[in-house]
């Protein structure tokens, strides 16, 4: 009785593989698509935060609920006017400022300013400055200025501000083409981190209290 017990638990088990293995798919489908994927670095544009072939986790989920915020990396659909090739598509950079912010470069000091709030940007890379030209802006609705870390080796808002004439529709990223928050550098394993913000972002006020100022 046992046996016959054994080989019947057996044979269940083979024919229900073919669809946990199918739920397993689908899931992993499901999490890809809406939840979390893998993006890789492919080139130098966020060093030393990011180097080439680190590879990322990206939260697709969080702004669903909310827009991305100042200090935060994610990853964009860039604007077609950015690529170098047609398939140089998914961009990720910082975001410097928000709708409604001035983002100016730079004070006395050299530090680009967000709404007269100066940043202190360690995660530099060493020797940038922290714009290579100066720049005054104010970003507009529905849209996000953002930055590489190695400022003077990245195509980002500011490269794009001035390769367009200066025009800031063509300088900033629409909200709408975030994929989403870059939260852990997850290989090399040597190098895992979680990407926070850094704590000089606590410190810029909203655009209607600067206007105030």
């Known amino acids: 009785m ?57 939260n697709k989920l969080v702004y669903d609920f909310r827009t991305p915020e100042r200090g935060e990396i994610i990853v964009f659909v860039s604007p077609e006017s950015w690529r170098n090739t047609p398939e140089h598509e998914d961009y990720i950079k910082r975001v410097i400022g928000v709708a409604g912010d001035r983002v100016v470069c730079c004070d006395p000091q050299g530090r680009i300013q967000v709404n007269g709030h100066p940043l202190d940007e360690p995660y530099v890379y060493p020797g940038n400055r922290m714009a290579p030209e100066e720049f005054d802006i104010t970003v507009p609705e529905g849209r996000l200025w953002v930055m590489g870390d190695h400022r003077e080796a990245s195509g980002d808002s500011l490269a794009n501000y001035n390769n367009h004439g200066q025009n800031i529709e063509e300088a900033t990223v ?10 852990v550098l997850f290989w090399p394993f040597n190098r895992t981190t979680w990407l926070t913000v ?6 810029v006020p909203a655009p209607s209290a600067a206007a105030g100022r």
């Open 198 to 203: 850094p704590e000089t972002f606590s410190g």
């Open 174 to 183: 629409p909200v709408d083409a975030v994929i989403g928050r870059a939260f």
């Open 2 to 58: 046992i046996d016959e017990q054994t080989k019947s638990s057996k044979g269940s088990f083979w024919k229900e593989l073919p669809i946990l293995l199918g739920v397993a798919i689908i899931v992993a489908f499901l999490v890809r698509q809406f939840v979390v994927q893998t993006f890789f670095i492919p080139s130098g544009s966020m060093e030393e935060t990011l180097l080439v072939d680190d590879r990322v986790l990206v």
